[in-house]
């Protein structure tokens, strides 16, 4: 597996990935009118990648057998009231056929090794109440609920909660 900064190159991969995994995490939570194309369009995706996303935020790839199997959205947090240093992990998705093969961690890991450099004191990720896998997962890493709650009507409304973890109190995973 290689975890790398996603190139123009990866965008259909990128998009089919996060669709199947989509489709299949969020099956029962996120309605089925949602639909997941909309935000995960090759071309909005070769957008983000060509630097025309002015909100800060950086795809990483997760790569196997020359095959986009995963990806992380992560930046700086879109919480209107968010303390200064707080980064995000906007979105996290592995292919379902790779699922618990260690991708997802990777991911996780790589992104907040990036957040820490960049300057992020302190990284946030909102989930689904709803998806125990979720839940489970995010706490595995040391990530803790915070309290925050929200539902976003362009997401179908589900409820997701958010969690957090302090960057100084990793280790950072490059190099191991």
Do not use: C, K
């Amino acid at each position: 597996m290689t975890i790398r900064p996603a190139e123009p190159a990866d965008v259909d991969g990128l998009a089919e990935t996060a669709i199947a995994a989509w489709q299949e995490g969020f099956r029962g939570i996120v309605p089925e009118t949602v639909d997941p194309r909309t935000a995960w369009r090759p071309a909005r995706i070769a957008e983000r990648l060509a630097g025309s996303s002015a909100d800060g935020t950086a795809i990483l790839s997760a790569e196997i057998d020359g095959e986009v199997r995963g990806l992380v959205l992560y930046g700086p947090s879109r919480d209107r009231h968010a303390a200064p240093g707080e980064g995000e992990i906007v979105a996290l998705y592995v292919h379902p056929a790779n699922w618990r093969s260690g991708i997802g961690r990777a991911l996780v890991a790589a992104s907040l090794d990036a957040l820490a450099a960049g300057g992020h004191s302190e990284g946030i990720v909102w989930t689904l109440a709803e998806s125990p896998r979720n839940l489970a997962f995010y706490e595995s890493l040391g990530f803790t609920r915070d309290g925050g709650r929200q539902r976003r009507p362009s997401f179908g409304s589900p409820l997701e909660v958010r969690f957090r973890i302090t960057l100084a109190d990793r280790e950072p995973t490059a190099g191991r």
